[in-house]
């Protein structure tokens, strides 16, 4: 049998929407992919948010756009930082040993300026590493800690550049090409110039929407028919259907009782996160006795230090009980496994191939697989199922990898 050129993408697909579609036709025509496999986040985002969304369905979305085979990322790395989720992404992409190009969107499009600022944040140079520290000490956060880093080491007033270390997508582009250095992999990287509203954007406009604008026009909006031109139509059906089945669509704010409740009884135990340090469970705690919304606690909460997404990370990390495994050590470490959520026939044929070429286990029965980064998924699931009813907390165990014919 010929190998197939084949590409693997990095996704949430939270939802899935003219963006994702647009990177999706772009990578088959930029590394004339012949198969397409999408490494996806659960329930759980690396916003720090649970998904709109179960997994299940998103993966539906993902084969309806013409993914061939979707591979779970476990939540301990997809609710992590850039840093960890990317390496905990590629790690399982590179593990698999038949994937030729890993393709991510970008702000700035333009791989060789990617590739060169991801090689100065892998080898750290003396120089940078002091500007970096310097930053820190003066109670910034490590992401723009590291921009004025890089700005300065690299001498540069471009507001161009600064614009590149600033936009989420650069930064997950960065850890992209610095966890195929550190894994020494033989993968390809290609960026795809992100296009339409910027990653935060809640703008409801003709043209790209981000998964921002759509995530809060569901909350906001119980007639959703206003998104039918501005999704892709197999996305905007779905979630169509769902709405006119009474699908409990989960939005971050729905973690706040569940989470007040656990920090009031087990405060003593946040502590145990690897990113919870100065005192930072003591300011979360005052919070949440002055908050009676969960915006309103993280709005408390964050400063120049902690972002609104790293505090949203950390209270779904509690909320789930990473508190309870060893986290340091399992976000440092290559992924695993790989979870098969759903696959076609062209899919198959990418299993196919894996299978007689991985380094690692590919999981479609969870009873198969005995690894705590399973363990904590499992919980992910439980913890879930309080937010939509329609996710039960054996769902794991019920549920088969779909078939898209």
């Known amino acids: ?20 579609k647009y990177q999706i036709s772009e990578t088959i025509k930029e590394a004339e992919a012949e198969g397409l496999i999408a ?15 179960d997994k299940w369905n998103r ?9 061939d085979l979707v591979i ?17 992404a590629v790690s399982l992409i590179n593990g698999l040993n038949v994937v030729d190009h890993l393709s991510f969107g970008s702000e700035c499009g333009d ?14 140079p003396e120089e940078y590493k002091i500007l970096l520290k310097k930053y820190l000490k003066e109670g910034l956060s490590f992401p723009l800690s590291r921009s004025k880093a890089l700005i300065t080491y690299m001498n540069s007033k471009d507001i161009f550049i600064k614009d590149i270390l600033n936009s989420s997508n650069n930064i997950l582009a960065f850890e992209y090409c610095r966890a195929l250095n550190k894994l020494k992999s033989s993968i390809k990287p290609l960026t795809i110039k992100r296009i339409g509203e910027d990653y935060n954007s809640d703008k409801i406009s003709q ?14 909006n119980t007639d959703i028919t206003k998104l039918e031109k501005l999704l892709p139509e197999y996305s905007y059906k779905l979630i169509k259907d769902l709405s006119d089945n009474s699908y409990d669509f989960v939005f971050e704010r729905d973690i706040y009782p569940f989470l007040k409740y656990k920090i009031l009884t087990d405060f003593n135990n946040i502590n145990k996160l690897p990113d919870i340090r100065e005192g930072l469970e003591n ?41 309870n495994h060893d986290i340091k050590n399992l976000r440092t470490a290559p992924c695993p496994y790989g979870r098969i959520l759903g696959f076609n026939d062209k899919g198959r044929r990418i299993l196919k191939e894996i299978k007689k070429n991985s380094n690692i286990p590919l999981i479609t029965k969870v009873k198969e697989c005995h690894s705590e980064v399973m363990d904590i998924e499992l919980q992910s699931t439980k913890a879930y199922s309080l ?12 549920r088969k990898p779909i078939y898209w014919k």
């Open 1 to 20: 049998m010929i190998k197939i050129n084949i590409s693997a993408i990095v996704a949430e697909y939270n939802p899935l929407h003219l963006g994702h």
């Open 59 to 67: 993966t539906k979305m993902a084969l309806n756009a013409g993914i």
């Open 283 to 323: 300011r979360i705690y005052e919070s949440l006795l002055k908050s009676s919304s969960y915006e309103e606690l993280i709005n408390t909460i964050k400063n120049k230090r902690y972002t609104y997404t790293r505090i949203s990370r950390i209270l779904c990390q509690f909320f789930i009980g990473f508190e």
């Open 72 to 88: 779970e990322l476990p939540c301990v790395y997809s609710l992590s930082s850039a840093e960890f989720f990317s390496f905990g």
């Open 207 to 220: 043209g790209f929407l981000s998964a921002t604008g759509i995530r809060n026009y569901i909350r906001s």
């Open 111 to 124: 791989i060789e300026i990617i590739t060169q600022i991801a090689n100065i944040i892998a080898t750290e």
């Open 39 to 53: 490494v996806m986040s659960g329930n759980f985002t690396q916003r720090g948010n649970p998904s709109l969304i």
């Open 387 to 398: 937010l939509n009813k329609n996710v039960g907390p054996i769902e794991d165990y019920i």
